[in-house]
């Protein structure tokens, strides 16, 4: 994973061995606006994370071509089970893992996996998959009871989400294509949707009030269209459809990773 900024989230709270319980969204929002600039996988994230840990929390978070993860925990952990509370990641397209079946809300069928420990311990996780995503949380268990708190957890993301999530991969475009900037501010979609080819650049910022997106056809015509900037969850996008004209391969214009196959 590509680390990215490290985020100060929850200052101490009293020396007391009693749970607190983070806003996640909150803790998270800068990794959330970067996620949603990525565009795909979405940040499915609860809005509660309980706790048993003292001091200072920190997120950090990494995004690869096909996912990203979250991570909490102490300050300099980076990543490592030890001093983490809770890790969060996501992947386009895999399958739930883990020996016991749960289900989950709006009938999303999970996999849970209990807590293992030899020279260290393993968190138990819970891992489903929505929206053409597979998504797993793993966290630290408070008190007794990991699958329930694991379940409950998940049930609070797949609330949160859009709510045709569930049957989202049925509806997927049939060709998409994603690429993001290095420094994953900005990320260029090419997809194929209702018969129309879909031009979408999404940025952490709003960095113009428009946008001119332009593609290749497979003759080498070019088509452009400058779209307005407009608020898209935590990020901003401007968004261009433009016709289909037969098979062969679509190509953002300068941005040559970006293209799609159509037959």
């Known amino acids: 994973m590509v680390g990215a900024a490290v985020t100060a989230v929850a200052a101490a709270g009293p020396a007391t061995a009693v749970p607190r319980v983070l806003n996640l969204p909150q803790v998270a929002a800068t990794h959330i606006r970067q996620i949603a600039a990525h565009g795909d996988p ?29 991570v909490v925990g102490s300050p300099g952990c980076n990543g490592a089970n030890a001093c983490s509370v809770a890790r969060f990641w996501a992947v386009r397209g895999g399958s739930p893992s883990g020996p016991v079946s749960v289900r989950l809300a709006r009938g999303v069928a999970g996999r849970f996996t209990p807590m293992s420990c030899g020279a260290s311990c393993a968190l138990p996780s819970v891992s489903f998959r929505v929206g053409g995503a597979t998504y797993t949380f793993a966290v630290s268990p408070v008190g007794r009871h990991h699958r329930a708190q694991l379940v409950r957890l998940a049930n609070q993301a797949i609330a949160a989400g859009p709510r045709g999530a569930a049957s989202e991969a049925a509806a997927a475009p049939a060709r998409r294509k994603v690429v993001c900037s290095q420094s994953g501010d900005s990320c260029m979609g090419i997809y194929l949707r209702a018969g129309k080819i879909v031009l979408r650049r999404t940025y952490i910022e709003r960095y113009m009030a428009r946008d ?6 497979p003759d080498r015509s070019r088509a452009c269209r400058v779209a307005p900037l407009r608020r898209a969850g935590g990020a901003w996008e401007a968004l261009a459809v433009f016709p289909r004209r037969g098979p062969g391969t679509y190509v953002v214009v300068g941005i040559p990773a970006a293209r799609i196959t159509v037959t």
């Not at 001119?212 to 056809?217: D, E, N, P, Q």
């Open 42 to 70: 979405p940040a499915l994230l609860p809005g509660r994370l309980p706790v048993d840990a003292r001091g200072r929390l920190v997120a950090t978070a990494g995004l690869t071509r096909t996912g990203w993860s979250i």
């Open 212 to 217: 001119r997106l332009c593609v290749r056809y």
